[in-house]
């Protein structure tokens, strides 16, 4: 008799019974992997953004016309001076022509600029700044950098980043209309009990922190199973699409997003419970 009255003492309400449990952490599970797997998802877009913004930033070319050899070398002279400036080598006439075939043809008698491939130090330095320096030294001289192609790439990663977050906000929902919806059926299912509890002075507070405390526990892990669950799939996509944003292994994947999703998702559970009861409460005549 005495296990029995220690199980009524700490669960007067009988919510173990109450709460569909499995159902809950079942359905909290899938909103959690698909919470990693968007956040997995920014994360790794946003990497790759980055990398491909500091690619186009660092990467400016110079094209100087009729590109003699004093030419050619004045303006790599003024460029390797420049501190601005990590490298500067020539294009290879050959790969030029070898990469304006298909748009020039058998054409070789049209004149080929001569270009020069930059590597900036820093990704601050203005290539307007670097294009007049050297066309002060090579008249005609032209400096093109890729700021078109960085601002497309930073409005992709934007566009990106607002889908994941829109795709959190709305798990979050569903996640809340499937905790409210398991709560009301524990209270219909206790509502006796619940009446029986109300009636012998028990808080409004009380009540609700019964079932705010039940529910975020069961929430809690099945955030933390379904955010295990995705791991083998964010560890395949490392494996595919890591190396070309810089993370080729597990270190890649953000792991203070997905230790959030469990303590979120409980945080979540708690507060809707905590509402659905008190709103139930305050009907009560």
Avoid: C, K
Avoid at 38 to 62: F, H, Y
Avoid at 118 to 134: F, H, K, S
Avoid at 211 to 220: D, N, P, S
């Amino acid at each position: 008799m005495a296990e029995p009255r220690r199980r009524l003492a700490r669960d007067p309400l009988g919510l173990r019974r109450a709460l569909a449990d499995r159902l809950l952490l079942g359905l909290v599970a899938a909103m959690a992997l698909l919470a990693a797997l968007a956040l997995a998802g920014r994360d790794g877009a946003d990497r790759l953004a980055q990398r491909w913004r500091d690619g186009a930033r660092a990467a400016v070319t110079v094209q100087i016309p009729q590109p003699d050899a004093d030419r050619m070398a004045r303006a790599l002279a003024t460029l390797r001076a420049l501190p601005e400036v990590a490298a500067a080598e020539p294009v290879d006439p050959a790969r030029m022509a070898e990469l304006l075939r298909p748009w020039l043809g058998g054409a070789n008698s049209v004149p080929l600029p001569g270009v020069i491939e930059l590597r900036l130090a820093d990704l601050a330095a203005d290539p307007v700044r670097i294009g007049d320096r050297v066309a002060a030294e090579v008249p005609g001289a032209v400096t093109e950098a890729h700021g078109v192609w960085v601002a497309h790439l930073a409005a992709l990663a934007r566009a990106v980043q607002g889908v994941a977050l829109a795709v959190l906000a709305l798990v979050a929902a569903v996640a809340a209309a499937v905790v409210a919806v398991a709560v009301r059926a524990g209270i219909s299912a206790r509502r006796d009990a619940v009446l029986v509890l109300h009636g012998l002075g028990a808080t409004d507070a009380d009540v609700a922190g019964r079932f705010a405390r039940r529910v975020a526990t069961l929430v809690a892990l099945g955030a933390a199973g379904g955010t295990l669950v995705a791991l083998p799939a964010l560890s395949g996509l490392v494996a595919v699409a890591g190396p070309l944003a810089g993370a080729a292994d597990w270190h890649g994947l953000p792991w203070l997003d997905l230790a959030l999703v469990p303590p979120v998702a409980a945080l979540v559970g708690w507060t809707t419970t905590q509402a659905t009861v008190r709103l139930w409460l305050r009907r009560l005549p």
